[in-house]
C-alpha cells in the first residue's frame, strides 16, 4: 500500500503536512541537525561521505540528506572518498564573465548530475554575495559586483542543478563579504542600501532559481548573527519574498539555541563546529518548556520535507551512478572558454599556428592550471596536475591544486611545426633568454585565493611581476595569461602586448586558453567585476581586520577608521559604499578603472545603432547590433540607467544585457527590459520599492564606463512590494 503522502498529485505543501503528523517529536528533532559524516566514527552507513548528513526516518520513507560542497564541482574534503574525483568548472568569476544564463543552467545541471552519480542529494552550491570587497579570499566562487547579473547566473545555476531531482542551497545570508575574522565582523548597513545590493542579488537569484534551501551565512548584519537575525530569516526572506523552503546554517554558524530558532533558521548543519549541538537535545527542551512553540517546530520540519518533495528527492532518490566524465569536461571547458576575457591585444592574438618558436613561461603551465581552495576545491578526475601544501587557516581545507589540463601541451597540440620550449619562470633572467629567441613569449602568472583568508594584496605573489617585466623587456610580442580569483595590478600592462584574464579555468583549462590563443574561439568574455589602478581607489584600503588582528574578548583598540571600530570580542564594519557596489563606487567618485566593469575585447568588431525607448511602468530599450569585422563573434552590449539615489546623487545601474552571435556582416535587433527595481530606491517607510516620475538617463554601452548609444525616456511614478 502507497501512504498517502506518496501522492503525486498532491501539492509538496500538502505531502509534507500528511508526513508530519506521523512523526515523533524526537524523529522531528533529528531531521534539524546533523553531523560532518567523516568525523563520526564509524561513520553512518548510509552517508555518501561528503560534507554534511542529516539522518532521515526509515519507518516513514524519509531518506536521508547527503550534503556536498558544490559551488564549482563535487568536492571531496580531505579526499574522504578515496580516489572520488569530479569535474571542476571553471569558478564563479569566470562563470560571470560569460554573461550567459543558458551556460550558467548547462553548468548547474553538469554539476547537479554528478552530485546524483556519487549519491547526494542536497548541492552546497548557489553563492551570490555581492564581491565587495576584491582581496576577499571567496571571490572567486561568487559572481561579481552587479545584483542583476550574480543574481540572474545564481538562479540559472541553481535551476539547472535541481532539474537533477536534487535540492540545492543558495549561500551565504548575507554580506559575507570578507574572509578576515569572518566568524566575528559585524557587517553594518542602511537597510535600503541593502535591500537595493547584496539581498536584490539574491532575491533575483531565488525568483528564478527557487532553491529548496538558504544557507546563512558566518557573519553578524547590523548586530545580529546571520543565523539568528530575525530582519534577514523572517522579515526579509521568508515574510517579504514569500520564500518557502527552509534555512540551514553554515558549519559553525550557530550561536543558540531558542534565540536561532524564533529568529527563522530552520536546521543546524556540521554539528561538530558548534560549541553544541543546539538544535538537538536543547531544542526538544525547549519545545517541552513552552520557549519555541512546537508551531514553530512544525514548520521547520514542514519546510525541509515540502523542499524535498519539491524538487523530486522523495519521487526520484539519488544513487550512485556512472559519470560521463568527458561529456561533463566539455561542459567545464565551454565555460571556460567563453569565460576568458581579452584584456588587451595590440594585434599579437590570435596566434598562427606555424611560428616558429613559442616561450611558454611561468606558473606551473607545464602541468596544469590553478583552482581555488576552500571547500569549493574539486578533486580532479585521476588526480591532480600538481599539488602543493599550505599553512595557515587555508591548509585545513586543502592544497594548492592544479587541475591536470596543461597549457603547454595544448599551445603544442595547436601548432604544426612550431618549436614550443618552456621555463618555469623562478629565474627572470633565464626566462628573458628564452623568450628573446622566440616570435612570441606567454607568460602566465597566477594568484592563489582560498576560503578562510583574505589576499594580503592585489598584487601578483611571488615576484611575478617582475618576471612579465623581464620577459617583456627581451621580447615585446608577451602575451600574459592570469589565472587569478581577483582583480590584479597589471604595472607591466603598458609593455606586454596582450593580457587574457582566463581566472581559475577548470578540468579543461588549458585546452580552453589554447583555443583562444590561437583563434580557435573568438574571446567573448566580459568582466563581471571592475579592476581598479591602484588599492587607494578602493572604497576600504585597507581590509578591516587586517588593521589590528583579530579582536581580542575585553580588549578594545582605537582606530582612525571611522567605518571600523573594534570592542570587546568584536569589530563592526560600516559599509559607506551602501548600494553603491563595484562600478557604481567607481562612477559615483568619477574614478576611472583600470579594465571597467562590462569589459572585454574580441577578435572582431561590433557597432551598435538605432537605439529606441520605451518607458512608462517599465523600460525598454532596442537597439541594432552589428559584427563589423572579418570573423564570427559573440557581443555583450550592456544598458545602464541613471537614477537619483536614495542619497539624491545619480546612480549608475545595470538594468540588462543580450549577449548575441553574430557571423560577419550579420546584423540583429535586440531588445532589453528593466526589472522595475533596478528603476526604483528601496523606501523603508513605505516599505517597498518606490520608482519616481521623469526621465532616466539611458546608455548602451561595452562596458561601465563606454557608452555607444545615449538616450532618454520619461518613466511613470510606482511601487513594488518589498
Known amino acids: 500500500m502507497t501512504e498517502a503522502w506518496m501522492d503525486k498529485t498532491l501539492s509538496p505543501d500538502a505531502r509534507a503536512k500528511l508526513l508530519i503528523e506521523q512523526l515523533t517529536l524526537d524523529e522531528m528533532i533529528s531531521l534539524l541537525h546533523g553531523p560532518m559524516p567523516a568525523m ?12 554534511g548528513y542529516v539522518p532521515g526516518v526509515e519507518r516513514l520513507g524519509i531518506p536521508p540528506l547527503n550534503e556536498t560542497d558544490a559551488s564549482l564541482g563535487i568536492a571531496n574534503p580531505r579526499q574522504v572518498r578515496p580516489g572520488d574525483g569530479a569535474t571542476g568548472l571553471p569558478c564563479g568569476l569566470a562563470l560571470a564573465s560569460t554573461w550567459d544564463p543558458e551556460l550558467a543552467h548547462a553548468a548547474g545541471a553538469m554539476v547537479g548530475s554528478e552530485a546524483r552519480d556519487k549519491g547526494f542529494n542536497v548541492l552546497l552550491g548557489g553563492g551570490a554575495n555581492l564581491t565587495r ?28 542543478a535541481q532539474s537533477n531531482d536534487i535540492v540545492c542551497t543558495i549561500k551565504h545570508f548575507a554580506l559575507n563579504d570578507q574572509e578576515t575574522c569572518r566568524h566575528v565582523v559585524d557587517a553594518c548597513i542602511d537597510e535600503g542600501a541593502l535591500r537595493e545590493s547584496d539581498l536584490l542579488a539574491f532575491q533575483i537569484a531565488i525568483e528564478r532559481g527557487d532553491p529548496g534551501s538558504v544557507m546563512c551565512a558566518y557573519n553578524r548584519v547590523n548586530g545580529e548573527w546571520a543565523g539568528e537575525n530575525d530582519f534577514l530569516l523572517n522579515q526579509v526572506l521568508k515574510r517579504d519574498w514569500g520564500y518557502r523552503g527552509w534555512v540551514m546554517s553554515d558549519w559553525g554558524a550557530v550561536h543558540s539555541t531558542a534565540k536561532a530558532v524564533l529568529a527563522g533558521l530552520d536546521q543546524e548543519s556540521g554539528e561538530q563546529l558548534d560549541k553544541q549541538v543546539y538544535f538537538g537535545a536543547p531544542l526538544k527542551e525547549a519545545v517541552e518548556q513552552g520557549e519555541v512553540s512546537f508551531e514553530r517546530l512544525t514548520d521547520m520540519v514542514a519546510r525541509i520535507l515540502r523542499s524535498l518533495f519539491d524538487k523530486g528527492v522523495f519521487d526520484n532518490p539519488a544513487a550512485k551512478r556512472f559519470t560521463d566524465y568527458a561529456a561533463n569536461a566539455q561542459v567545464a ?8 576575457v581579452l584584456l588587451k591585444n595590440d594585434g599579437v592574438l590570435p596566434l598562427s599556428g606555424s611560428l616558429r618558436k613559442i616561450a611558454v613561461i611561468g606558473a606551473h603551465a607545464d602541468v596544469g592550471v590553478l583552482s581555488g581552495g ?15 601544501p599550505v599553512a595557515g587557516a587555508a591548509g585545513a581545507f586543502a592544497n594548492i591544486t592544479y587541475h591536470p589540463s596543461a597549457p603547454l601541451a595544448a599551445i603544442r597540440d595547436m601548432t604544426r611545426n612550431t618549436q614550443v620550449t618552456f621555463s618555469a619562470g623562478t629565474d627572470p633572467a633565464q626566462a628573458a633568454d628564452l623568450a628573446r629567441d622566440a616570435d612570441v613569449a606567454i607568460v602566465f602568472a597566477d594568484q592563489w585565493a582560498t576560503e578562510a583568508e583574505d589576499l594580503p594584496s592585489l598584487s601578483l605573489p611571488g615576484h611575478q ?28 600592462l603598458d609593455r606586454v602586448s596582450a593580457v587574457l584574464e582566463a581566472w581559475y579555468p577548470g578540468t579543461r583549462g588549458g585546452e580552453a586558453i589554447a583555443n583562444i590563443l590561437f583563434g580557435a574561439v573568438n574571446p567573448s568574455g566580459r568582466l563581471p567585476i571592475s579592476f581598479p589602478r591602484e588599492v587607494e581607489d578602493l572604497v576600504r584600503p585597507e581590509i578591516p581586520g587586517q588593521i589590528f588582528g583579530p579582536p581580542e574578548e575585553g580588549r578594545t583598540i582605537p582606530t582612525s ?13 560600516e559599509h559607506l559604499e551602501g548600494a553603491d557596489v563595484g562600478y557604481r563606487w567607481f562612477a559615483k567618485h568619477g574614478t576611472a578603472t583600470l579594465f571597467p566593469f562590462g569589459f572585454g575585447l574580441s577578435y572582431t568588431r561590433f557597432a551598435h545603432s538605432g537605439l529606441e525607448l520605451t518607458g512608462g511602468e517599465t523600460l525598454t530599450a532596442s537597439f541594432e547590433v552589428k559584427n563589423t569585422g572579418a570573423v564570427a563573434g559573440i557581443d555583450t552590449p550592456q544598458v545602464y540607467v541613471t537614477v537619483t539615489g536614495s542619497d539624491g546623487q545619480p546612480s549608475q545601474r545595470l538594468i540588462g544585457w543580450a549577449r548575441v552571435a553574430l557571423a560577419p556582416g550579420e546584423s540583429r535587433r535586440v531588445s532589453v527590459t528593466a526589472d522595475r527595481r533596478l528603476l526604483a530606491n528601496y523606501d523603508v517607510a513605505l516599505p517597498g520599492w518606490r520608482i519616481a516620475a521623469g ?7 561595452t562596458s561601465a564606463e563606454d557608452a555607444t548609444l545615449h538616450g532618454e525616456v520619461e518613466v511613470a511614478a510606482g511601487t513594488l512590494r518589498p
Open 465 to 492: 611581476d617582475a618576471l612579465i617585466e623581464a620577459v617583456a623587456a627581451a621580447n615585446p610580442r608577451t602575451v600574459v595569461v592570469l589565472e587569478t580569483g581577483t582583480p590584479v595590478l597589471t604595472p607591466w
Open 133 to 160: 570587497e576584491p582581496r576577499c579570499g571567496r571571490n572567486f566562487e561568487y559572481l561579481g559586483e552587479d545584483p542583476l547579473l550574480a543574481g540572474v547566473l545564481a538562479g540559472e545555476a541553481i535551476k539547472g
Open 695 to 701: 526621465p532616466v538617463a539611458v546608455v548602451v554601452g
Open 333 to 340: 571547458q565551454a565555460a571556460a572558454e567563453a569565460g576568458i
Open 374 to 388: 576552500g571547500s569549493s576545491q574539486v578533486i580532479p578526475v585521476g588526480g591532480p596536475g600538481l599539488s602543493l
Open 40 to 51: 563520526v566514527s564509524p561513520p553512518p552507513a548510509d552517508a555518501a561521505m561528503g560534507a
Open 561 to 573: 577608521r571611522p567605518d571600523v571600530q573594534q570592542h570587546k570580542g568584536r569589530f563592526s564594519v
